[in-house]
């Protein structure tokens, strides 16, 4: 099945350092949608993207919905120890499937 | 359901015994998807329906695993045969509406099944 490539994979920073991460598609989305897991959780729902260009913000978080459709970043600010763990971007196919990034396996140290 | 119910939680089987695995979605979501999910990787797709009809099964492995919804609330994945490769986290998402807005899915607790 389709994967879509997210970087960086891993990410060691310091609390109250900001992180960006991104995902590229080589297919078109009309959704963008942010995911957090941690362990042994599913994934939960941060942010979701409507429109190509659009850029939402929930709390600490900022995502953008690239203007190609086959892009996405998130962004979280002043990071904090409950940050941890790891993100996965999904993009919605024009047939509705959800398909998921690699993930992006955050850890901050206090 | 107040959210996405999956069971068993666990399942440990034998090397090929049929397993059988379901899905309660949240109430009234139209949507209901079936993904896999190994350690440390995304949810890689595997099937969906839109109510009761099966709308891509492209993601399913191979013809010993099946999918269905009949009365368009719970599903049931089956595996048949198991086999060592099979053993991974098998997660179900529920979205409300089918194909448009908000298209968010939301996740159950997930069935880890181990085959020995």
């Known amino acids: 099945g389709q994967q879509l490539n997210q970087s960086p994979q891993s990410m060691f920073i310091q609390e109250g350092e900001d992180v960006s991460m991104n995902c590229t598609s080589s297919?078109?989305?009309?959704?963008w949608l942010w995911y957090k897991q941690d362990p042994g959780e599913g994934p939960v729902l941060l942010i979701a993207l409507y429109k190509a260009g659009e850029l939402t913000s929930n709390g600490r978080l900022t995502a953008q919905f690239g203007i190609t459709r086959k892009d996405s970043f998130l962004n979280i600010s002043a990071s904090i120890p409950s940050d941890v763990g790891i993100y996965f971007c999904?993009?919605?196919?024009?047939?509705?499937?959800?398909?998921f990034g690699t993930g992006t396996s955050l850890t901050v140290i206090p | 359901g107040a959210g996405v119910s999956q069971s068993p939680r666990y399942k440990v089987t034998k090397r090929g015994q049929d397993v059988a695995l379901r899905c309660d979605p949240i109430?009234?979501?139209?949507?209901l998807y079936w993904y896999r999910q190994a350690l440390g990787q995304g949810p890689e797709f595997l099937t969906y329906?839109?109510?009761?009809?099966?709308?891509?099964k492209s993601g399913l492995p191979n013809d010993r695993f099946s999918a269905e919804r009949p009365e368009g609330s719970i599903s049931t994945l089956t595996i048949q045969r198991t086999e060592q490769r099979d053993s991974a986290m098998y997660r179900c998402?529920?979205?409300?509406?089918?194909?448009?807005?908000?298209?968010?899915?939301?996740f159950g607790e997930g069935s880890r099944l181990t085959v020995l």
């Open positions: 297919s078109i989305f009309n959704t």
């Open positions: 998402a529920s979205s409300y509406l089918a194909g448009g807005p908000p298209g968010e899915l939301f």
């Open positions: 109430s009234g979501h139209v949507s």
């Open positions: 999904a993009g919605r196919s024009v047939g509705n499937q959800f398909y």
């Open positions: 329906f839109n109510y009761e009809a099966q709308q891509d």
